[in-house]
């Protein structure tokens, strides 16, 4: 008796919280839905350059416009995307994920601007390029460290694509979660 009890409530709550949910996350492809693209990278803060295994610090602004062309607020839970720079024409590595979770609002109808401080260094991007990016390098025939310190000379003027891909912002609304992939080049060509 008591398990056949106990195995209704189980199922009650499973239904109840089935019930509960909110609903999936929505295509961002419809009308209406949000838009983010990415506006512009700014060097927020800029160290001279010490040689390896020194760690140099550099902090880079993105800048998003978050485009809510729908009649109802959203707003922003979750915003996450991969940098990639390069290292040769047309050949990216990945660097960094810069991850937030603040919750930010999005009136109706509005052009909003959305800023991601990611602060890398020497020593990280090294590592990143010694593990993630290995087999990229190799094929590349490249140098870590020559690599490192030609993004660090010429980051000030963008004279190398950075790339932010495989992004990912999720709102919520009054009409449910809504999921919307991004990417971007900067400069822009």
């Given at each position: 008796?008591?398990r056949v009890?106990l195995?209704l409530?189980?199922?009650?709550?499973?239904v109840?919280?089935?019930?509960?949910c909110k609903?999936g996350?929505l295509p961002?492809?419809?009308?209406g839905k949000?838009k983010?693209?990415?506006?512009?990278?700014?060097?927020?803060?800029?160290?001279?350059?010490?040689?390896?295994?020194?760690?140099t610090?550099?902090?880079?602004g993105?800048v998003f416009?978050?485009?809510?062309?729908?009649?109802?607020?959203i707003?922003?839970e979750?915003?996450k995307?991969?940098?990639?720079?390069?290292?040769?024409p047309?050949q990216y590595?990945?660097v960094?994920t810069?991850?937030?979770?603040?919750?930010v609002?999005?009136?109706a109808h509005?052009v909003?601007q959305?800023r991601?401080v990611?602060?890398?260094?020497s020593?990280?991007?090294?590592?990143s390029?010694a593990?993630?990016?290995?087999q990229?390098?190799?094929?590349?025939?490249?140098?870590?460290?020559?690599?490192?310190?030609n993004?660090y000379?010429?980051v000030g003027d963008?004279?190398?694509?950075i790339?932010?891909g495989e992004?990912m912002?999720?709102?919520?609304?009054?009409k449910?979660?809504?999921?919307?992939p991004?990417?971007?080049?900067?400069?822009k060509k």
């Amino acid at each position: 008796m008591r398990r056949v009890l106990l195995v209704l409530l189980v199922i009650g709550f499973a239904v109840w919280g089935t019930a509960a949910c909110k609903p999936g996350l929505l295509p961002t492809e419809a009308t209406g839905k949000p838009k983010v693209t990415l506006e512009r990278i700014e060097v927020q803060s800029y160290f001279p350059w010490a040689d390896l295994p020194a760690r140099t610090p550099l902090a880079l602004g993105y800048v998003f416009n978050i485009d809510n062309p729908s009649d109802v607020n959203i707003k922003l839970e979750n915003f996450k995307f991969t940098t990639f720079f390069a290292a040769a024409p047309g050949q990216y590595l990945s660097v960094s994920t810069p991850t937030t979770y603040e919750m930010v609002y999005f009136p109706a109808h509005t052009v909003s601007q959305y800023r991601v401080v990611d602060v890398l260094d020497s020593f990280t991007l090294n590592l990143s390029l010694a593990v993630a990016n290995a087999q990229k390098i190799q094929e590349l025939k490249l140098n870590r460290a020559d690599v490192i310190k030609n993004w660090y000379a010429k980051v000030g003027d963008f004279a190398f694509g950075i790339r932010v891909g495989e992004g990912m912002a999720v709102f919520s609304s009054e009409k449910g979660d809504i999921f919307v992939p991004f990417e971007g080049i900067f400069p822009k060509k």
